[in-house]
C-alpha cells in the first residue's frame, strides 16, 4: 500500500511520527496523522483546510483534541451515552487526575509501564486511517494515495479526530466539496 503514497502523503506518515515522539506517546495515532496534515505546506489539503478556516482555528483544535484525550478518547456521543445511564464522565476524570495525575487517562497511560523499544507502532485508529485512504483514492479512481485521501479518511473515520474536525467546520461532505466541487456520490467515503 505505502507504494501507492505521494511525497505529501508520506510526509504526513513520517510527520505522524515525529509527533508521537515529541507527545512522548506510546503509538502514533490518527491524531497525530491530523496535526502532521495540518503543518503540510500547500496542495489540496492545506487549501481546503484553509478555506474551510481550519487552520486559522488551529488552537482551538489543538484544544479541542487535548481535552478529548483527557478524558481517555471519548467522543462527546460517548459522553452523553453514559450520562444517560447516570455516569458523570467530569467526575470520574477528576477522581482519576486526583489519584494518578494530571492526564492520567491521556494515552492508555494509567496502570501500563512505557516500553521504548526506539520505534513507535501505529495504532489502529491511525492504521484504519491510512486503509480507508485507500479505499477512498481506489474509489475516487486515483492512482495514488495522496495527503487529501488521507485528510478525507480522518474526517470519514467515526472518532474524536472526526467530531473535532467536523466540530471546526470539516466534515467529510465539506472537505470533499472544497477539494473536488460536488460531492462524488461514488466515492468511497464509509467502509
Not at 484525550?69 to 482519576?96: H, N, Q, S
Request: glycine share 12%; hydrophobic share 45%; proline share 3%.
Amino acid at each position: 500500500m505505502f507504494e501507492r503514497f505521494t511525497r505529501d502523503a508520506r510526509a504526513v506518515v513520517t510527520g505522524a511520527v515525529g509527533c508521537a515522539e515529541r507527545a512522548d506517546a506510546p503509538t502514533v495515532t490518527d491524531e497525530h496523522l491530523l496535526l502532521s496534515l495540518l503543518d503540510l505546506p500547500g496542495g489540496r489539503t492545506e487549501f481546503a483546510l484553509r478555506a474551510l478556516g481550519v487552520l486559522d482555528r488551529r488552537d482551538a483544535l489543538e484544544s479541542s483534541l487535548a481535552e478529548a484525550r483527557r478524558r481517555g478518547g471519548m467522543t462527546k456521543a460517548d459522553e452523553a451515552a453514559l450520562a444517560g445511564i447516570g455516569i458523570d464522565v467530569d467526575r470520574i476524570v477528576a477522581r482519576v487526575e486526583e489519584a494518578h495525575g494530571a492526564g492520567a487517562l491521556a494515552h492508555g497511560r494509567l496502570g501500563r509501564p512505557r516500553k521504548r523499544s526506539g520505534r513507535r507502532p501505529f495504532a489502529a485508529g491511525a492504521k484504519d486511517v491510512l486503509e480507508k485512504s485507500l479505499r477512498i483514492a481506489l474509489g475516487r479512481r486515483d492512482r495514488t494515495i495522496g495527503a487529501e485521501h488521507l485528510l478525507l479518511a480522518l474526517a470519514a473515520r467515526p472518532g474524536v479526530v472526526a467530531e473535532t474536525l467536523a466540530d471546526h467546520g470539516a466534515t467529510y461532505a465539506s472537505v470533499e466539496r472544497v477539494m473536488y466541487g460536488f460531492p462524488d456520490h461514488g466515492s468511497a467515503q464509509a467502509g
